[in-house]
C-alpha cells in the first residue's frame, strides 16, 4: 500500500489541486491521496481565510471521490503547523504503509527554509509535480538534488515523464511532469474580489460555499 501526502493551505482548493491528486495517484497506483489543510501555517497571507472556511471548502471539493480523503491532523495540533511534524504523525499512524509527499517544484525548493528541513526529508518519498511557471531544471538549485541539467530538460521538453533519485536520507524522490491546468488561488480570490465568475475554475459545491458564506470580498 501507498498513500499519497497532499498538504496546503487550499486557499481556495481548485481543479488544479484535484487534478494533479488524481494524475499522480493513478501514475504511482496508490491506495489514496490524504489532503491536508494547513490550518496555521508559519507564513501567512493577508488573504488567508480561517483554517474552519479551507477546511470545509476541502471537504465539499473532495466528496464522491472514493481514493480522495482529508485530515484534520493540524487541527489537533496547537500552534505552527509545521509540514515535518505532520509527516512524524502521519508515519506514527501509517507505520507499515509508504508514504508519499506530493508537491510542486516551487514548494520543493523553499524546503531548505522550513523547519527542521532534514528530519522533514526522512519520513517519506517525495513526489514533485510541475507547476505553471516554473521548470524542472530550477530543481539543480536545490541542495538536495544532484542532477545534470540535461535530465531536468528532458522533462521541461515533454521527452520525459519522470526522473527519480535518492536521497541521503535513502528517500525516493520523483520529478513527476504532469499535464498542467493553469488555475491559481490567487487568480480565484482576485477574480471574487472584482465580481467575475469563478465557474470550471473550481467545484460548484465550493463556489457555492465562497457564495453563500461572502468569502473574499
Same mark, same amino acid.
Given at each position: 500500500m501507498k498513500i499519497g501526502i497532499f498538504g496546503g493551505t487550499f486557499n481556495p482548493i481548485h481543479y488544479?489541486?484535484?487534478r494533479a491528486a488524481e494524475e499522480v495517484r493513478e501514475k504511482f497506483d496508490l491506495t489514496k491521496v490524504i489532503f491536508i489543510p494547513s490550518k496555521n501555517p508559519p *507564513?501567512? /497571507?493577508c488573504e488567508l481565510l480561517k483554517s474552519e472556511h479551507r477546511y470545509k471548502m476541502t471537504e465539499l471539493a473532495l466528496s464522491g471521490n #472514493?481514493?480522495?480523503e482529508i485530515s484534520d491532523i493540524e487541527f489537533k495540533r496547537p500552534g505552527k503547523s509545521y509540514? #515535518?511534524? /505532520? $509527516?512524524?504523525e502521519m508515519q506514527k499512524i501509517f507505520h507499515d504503509i509508504d508514504l508519499c509527499f506530493i508537491l510542486g517544484i516551487d514548494a520543493f525548493l523553499e524546503i531548505p527554509t522550513w523547519y527542521q528541513p532534514e528530519r522533514l526529508l526522512s519520513f517519506a518519498d517525495f513526489i514533485i509535480i510541475s507547476r505553471p511557471s516554473f521548470r524542472f531544471v530550477? $530543481? =539543480?538549485s536545490s541542495p538536495y538534488m544532484d542532477v545534470s541539467r540535461n535530465e531536468l530538460e528532458k522533462l521541461d521538453k515533454a521527452e520525459a515523464e519522470l526522473w527519480r533519485t535518492t536521497l541521503k536520507s535513502k528517500r525516493v524522490v520523483t520529478a513527476l511532469r504532469i499535464p498542467l491546468l493553469d488555475i491559481s488561488a490567487t487568480e *480565484? =480570490? =482576485? =477574480?471574487i474580489r472584482e465580481g467575475k465568475s469563478v465557474k470550471y475554475l473550481l467545484p460548484e459545491s465550493v463556489e457555492s460555499y465562497i457564495i453563500a458564506n +461572502? $468569502?473574499? +470580498?
Amino acid at each position: 500500500m501507498k498513500i499519497g501526502i497532499f498538504g496546503g493551505t487550499f486557499n481556495p482548493i481548485h481543479y488544479g489541486h484535484l487534478r494533479a491528486a488524481e494524475e499522480v495517484r493513478e501514475k504511482f497506483d496508490l491506495t489514496k491521496v490524504i489532503f491536508i489543510p494547513s490550518k496555521n501555517p508559519p *507564513i501567512k /497571507t493577508c488573504e488567508l481565510l480561517k483554517s474552519e472556511h479551507r477546511y470545509k471548502m476541502t471537504e465539499l471539493a473532495l466528496s464522491g471521490n #472514493v481514493f480522495f480523503e482529508i485530515s484534520d491532523i493540524e487541527f489537533k495540533r496547537p500552534g505552527k503547523s509545521y509540514s #515535518v511534524q /505532520t $509527516l512524524e504523525e502521519m508515519q506514527k499512524i501509517f507505520h507499515d504503509i509508504d508514504l508519499c509527499f506530493i508537491l510542486g517544484i516551487d514548494a520543493f525548493l523553499e524546503i531548505p527554509t522550513w523547519y527542521q528541513p532534514e528530519r522533514l526529508l526522512s519520513f517519506a518519498d517525495f513526489i514533485i509535480i510541475s507547476r505553471p511557471s516554473f521548470r524542472f531544471v530550477d $530543481l =539543480r538549485s536545490s541542495p538536495y538534488m544532484d542532477v545534470s541539467r540535461n535530465e531536468l530538460e528532458k522533462l521541461d521538453k515533454a521527452e520525459a515523464e519522470l526522473w527519480r533519485t535518492t536521497l541521503k536520507s535513502k528517500r525516493v524522490v520523483t520529478a513527476l511532469r504532469i499535464p498542467l491546468l493553469d488555475i491559481s488561488a490567487t487568480e *480565484i =480570490r =482576485r =477574480r471574487i474580489r472584482e465580481g467575475k465568475s469563478v465557474k470550471y475554475l473550481l467545484p460548484e459545491s465550493v463556489e457555492s460555499y465562497i457564495i453563500a458564506n +461572502k $468569502l473574499y +470580498k
